[in-house]
């Protein structure tokens, strides 16, 4: 295993439950070479009970970043967060995502100073999620003949995942099919690309673009097979400004834009300024 740490930043806002059932998946870790940090953006005092309550006997440091609610502001607080990150690699990842109990043995296992790793997702169905948010807690260490039997009950969209052993594709310079549910990545490599685009506004493609201009960078992408994240269901987000933000992907894609226009100096220069 490379002697490498782990940043792993949880995006969350106002879904103290599903984080709730997010940390426990990262306290059931085989490796605990890791560190949290949750990327707050903006969300009411229930979450930060929920993270004092359960940080307080936690196997590894769990640092809280919050900003003002001022709508979807992901990029944002991203950006606050990767400014405090000191280890080598960061994963990526959103609170309503439960990590298998091998995650972070992965990510670290198979971290590259060339290349960043996408991981896939499985879906939980609306009366699994409601069923766990009422448990104190959930057990991730699980059989294959269990999955089997939740996907014949119809508790989640899809088994195989879940079924393979976990390896590490070949490199790709492919951006379809990435998700932000897990992707990991040297931390050096988010300060090349000037961190998450801060001009995109409301929900979506922000991690198409910064998994866009990653490869523009020199970067290639290698998907991770086995290991998916259990995503707890819940609403679409509002795609009031989807078409924008599509628009947005594209011109990055036309240009082979590498750094954010609105990114980690940008910050730095703002918050310089108010200083």
Not at 11 to 24: G, H, K
Not at 43 to 60: A, G, L, M, Y
Request: hydrophobic content about 35%; aromatic content about 8%.
């Amino acid at each position: 295993m490379p002697d490498t740490s782990l940043a792993v930043v949880i995006s969350t806002y106002n879904q103290p439950d599903f984080l709730r059932l997010t940390l426990e998946g990262y306290r059931q870790q085989t490796d605990r070479n890791f560190s949290i940090y949750i990327a707050d953006d903006g969300s009411s005092e229930k979450n930060e009970q929920i993270i004092r309550h359960i940080e307080t006997d936690f196997p590894v440091p769990i640092y809280h970043l919050w900003q003002k609610d001022n709508g979807f502001r992901k990029a944002r607080i991203h950006n606050r967060v990767i400014n405090q990150i000191s280890e080598p690699h960061t994963l990526l990842t959103d609170g309503d995502c439960i990590p298998l109990p091998g995650m972070v043995a992965a990510h670290r296992q198979y971290a590259g100073e060339h290349y960043f790793i996408s991981g896939s997702r499985v879906l939980l169905g609306r009366p699994c999620t409601e069923r766990l948010c009422r448990q104190p807690s959930f057990d991730t260490a699980r059989s294959n003949v269990w999955w089997l039997k939740q996907r014949l009950c119809g508790n989640i969209n899809r088994v195989l995942p879940l079924l393979l052993p976990t390896t590490l594709s070949k490199a790709s310079v492919q951006l379809e099919g990435i998700r932000g549910c897990h992707l990991s990545c040297p931390t050096q490599a988010l300060f090349q690309i000037n961190g998450f685009d801060e001009s995109f506004e409301g929900w979506g493609r922000e991690d198409s673009d910064l998994t866009a201009r990653l490869l523009h960078a020199g970067f290639k992408r290698r998907n991770l097979r086995g290991l998916p994240v259990l995503h707890l269901h819940h609403q679409e987000s509002s795609r009031q400004s989807l078409a924008d933000n599509d628009s947005m992907l594209q011109a990055c894609l036309n240009e082979q834009r590498i750094e954010a226009r609105v990114g980690l100096k940008q910050l730095k220069e703002s918050e310089n300024g108010d200083g």
